[in-house]
């Protein structure tokens, strides 16, 4: 419900119009022009409105603003029917007194600041100064993101005390239009994985708002945790592989990749493979994502050494608001989770029920849903990097395994770091994560997986010929954009975030016990976006995503408009239980057990546990499986998960 001054024949697409004066949706946004970090001194006005956002208790008519989709909190900003500094206060309040900071969405969480910015703003608009477009409206940050004056931490220890001298670009933009930065989000360790962390550092884990005994995913857990939790409007992720759409999906919010390159982080981004990685957003709504998207947008994708993209592109977005879904046509593609295959399972009974749910309303609005057999999607890959076997497949694989060393150490360069790449890994605390980085270094410095020159001609031929595939599939097919699951299961409890796969008797052979879909499209550098379609039996959100080539992004933001109408708004989290200074206390027993073969007895895997430290916490104290120590050759589990959809329990280690 709209509060009494917000009128409630504005839609939230009505007003992004207003305030933005652009009745076309059409926009550009350029890097250059936009002003650089400065340090912002308050003046007395400020300090006024700062001193009386510190001392307000948010109750009676405010309580309501965290509720508020960033577009309508942009337009009672703008209106002046509340300050950015009332705004700041209210997300804050519901972050501390709601429960919802026993979430733990944020590594650098700075309120004095953040008040101290809405201030400034406010501070504008009261000496007669323009404060449009945002007004003040906060943004969550993921911490790989530089932020100047945050520490960009990226969730590891070496890195706690990271102080980048100035913002990426995209932040500076974002700043320039007279918004402000809420905070550094919580992520998995180094950009990589499920955001479980141990708590060695300091940094726990952000715990999904709509189960809390299940993972929010990754690794852009945090952001994803901030905007579902409604203490934040909207934020900035990162997606390698998925890392902005998977959290987004666990937490029932829309998410866009764009094109690599229209969204300018230049180096200020904590790489994990340059030639994959973006900054994207997320939000409540598909209009949010407009919102932020205009703000942050080049207007031509950025062209570098890395081959990012293979030509100079538009970036200019022409979102059609009025988007009908009749006639629109829709792949398929039977690699990306329809079908099952060797590696994973079909789409398992718990989200089936609302996929197919949300494949009739497509359906029903007009959509046209044709599969189709996209296995030669997969061939190409295989070959995509020279020398490449089913064995270093994914491609990716050997990709990775060649750029996260070199990228992190330039990175490292780049910001005049004492640290080498050697200090980095020797502290990183999450043991799946080091062995990963000792082993990508190790076949770094081997040319085990390859060397420059197969870099070189996987730029020059393997991914060109890998996004040539999806455009012609989309021309040749009239397809709009390809429709799939972002996973093929439920968002998984914390205990079974394992760092192996579930090795399966019957066919001798690891099955993933969730497999995700959000690797192919960063491959062909394209553009994907997810929406979420409704909640399973036990209450956790589900999510299909739109998939193009590059320069689709228009098309993917359109989709998600049409589709937010047709699904109406998502249901919020659950009110968690009022707790006070809670800390989520995460372990990890680190695996024995190599991945080879079958575990030996005494073999331990990798399994997790949790407990909470603080006043009135135990409520979300749950059960979180069993330890998961080998019992046998033939076994793998001591009930850690008592079955895999998809898989007939007998087949299952240690339930014969």
């Known amino acids: 419900m709209f509060p009494p001054f917000l009128p409630s024949s504005c839609s939230r697409y009505a007003l992004l119009a207003v305030f933005f004066l652009l009745p076309s949706m059409s926009y550009s946004r350029h890097a250059q022009g936009f002003g650089t970090d400065k340090v912002r001194v308050l003046g007395s006005g400020s300090r006024d409105l700062l001193q009386s956002g510190l001392s307000a208790v948010n109750t009676g008519p405010t309580s309501f603003l965290p509720d508020l989709t960033a577009v309508q909190a942009v337009a009672l900003l703008c209106a002046r029917n509340i300050t950015a500094v009332d705004y700041v206060t209210a997300l804050n309040t519901r972050y501390v007194s709601g429960g919802y900071s026993c979430n733990n969405p944020w590594i650098t969480y700075n309120i004095t600041q953040a008040l101290q910015d809405a201030a400034a703003v406010d501070a504008k608009a009261s000496n007669g100064t323009s404060i449009l477009p945002l007004c003040g409206l906060p943004l969550a940050v993921k911490d790989a993101i530089d932020v100047q004056g945050y520490p960009t931490t990226c969730a590891t220890p070496a890195l706690a005390d990271f102080f980048p001298a100035s913002s990426a670009p995209l932040v500076n933009q974002y700043l320039a239009a007279n918004g402000i930065v809420l905070g550094k989000a919580n992520l998995g360790e180094l950009q990589s994985g499920y955001a479980t962390n141990p708590t060695s550092n300091g940094i726990t884990t952000a715990l999904n708002p709509y189960d809390p005994t299940r993972t929010s995913s990754g690794s852009s857990s945090g952001p994803a945790v901030a905007v579902a939790s409604r203490v934040a409007p909207f934020a900035l992720c990162e997606d390698t592989g998925g890392s902005c759409r998977l959290p987004a ?296 995503q739109f998939v193009g080539p590059p320069g ?39 695996a024995t057990y190599n991945g080879t073969g079958q575990p030996a007895v005494g073999e331990v895997w990798s399994s997790y546990g949790l407990s909470f430290t603080g006043a009135n916490c135990s409520q979300n104290l749950k059960s979180y499986g069993a330890s998961g120590v080998g019992v046998g050759p033939a076994s793998k589990f001591n009930g850690t998960i008592a079955s895999v959809t998809g898989v007939a329990p007998e087949n299952l280690p240690g339930t014969a």
């Open 249 to 544: 999906a666990a937490q029932g919010l829309f998410s866009l990749r764009p094109t690599i390159g229209c969204y300018n982080f230049s180096d200020g981004l904590q790489p994990y493979q340059i030639t994959r990685d973006t900054v994207g957003s997320m939000a409540r709504t598909a209009g949010d994502l407009v919102l932020l998207d205009s703000i942050v947008r080049n207007s031509v994708a950025k062209t570098t050494g890395n081959g990012a993209v293979a030509s100079a592109l538009s970036c200019t977005v022409n979102v059609n608001s009025s988007m009908s879904l009749k006639g629109v046509r829709l792949g398929l593609p039977s690699t990306e989770g329809w079908v099952p295959s060797a590696t994973y399972d079909g789409i398992s009974g718990e989200v089936a029920v609302p996929i197919n749910s949300a494949l009739a309303k497509l359906r029903s609005a007009g959509a046209v849903l044709v599969p189709f057999d996209s296995s030669v999607f997969q061939e190409l890959a295989v070959s995509a990097w020279p020398g490449a076997t089913a064995d270093t497949i994914n491609n990716l694989d050997a990709s990775s395994d060649y750029e996260s060393i070199e990228v992190l150490g330039r990175w490292l360069a780049l910001h005049n770091s004492s640290l080498s790449v050697t200090d980095v890994i020797n502290q990183i605390n999450r043991p799946s994560e080091k062995q990963s980085y000792q082993a990508a270094a190790m076949t770094y410095s081997t040319s085990l997986y390859g060397s420059t020159e197969n870099f070189v001609q996987y730029l020059k031929y393997g991914r060109p010929a890998l996004t040539e595939y999806w455009t012609e599939v989309l021309a040749n097919n009239s397809f709009t954009a390809l429709l799939y699951p972002i996973q093929n299961t439920e968002t998984l409890p914390i205990a079974s975030g394992l760092d192996y796969a579930v090795f399966n008797n019957a066919t001798g052979s690891f099955v993933l016990p969730q497999a995700s879909f959000t690797g192919d499209d960063p491959q062909i550098a394209g553009s994907s976006g997810n929406f979420p379609i409704g909640l399973t039996s036990s209450g956790t959100p589900t999510s299909l």
């Open 552 to 590: 689709h992004d228009s098309t993917i933001l359109s989709l998600l408009l049409a589709v937010e109408t047709l699904f109406g708004d998502f249901p919020a989290p659950p009110n968690p239980s009022v707790c006070s200074g809670c800390v989520s206390n995460v372990t990890l027993q680190q």
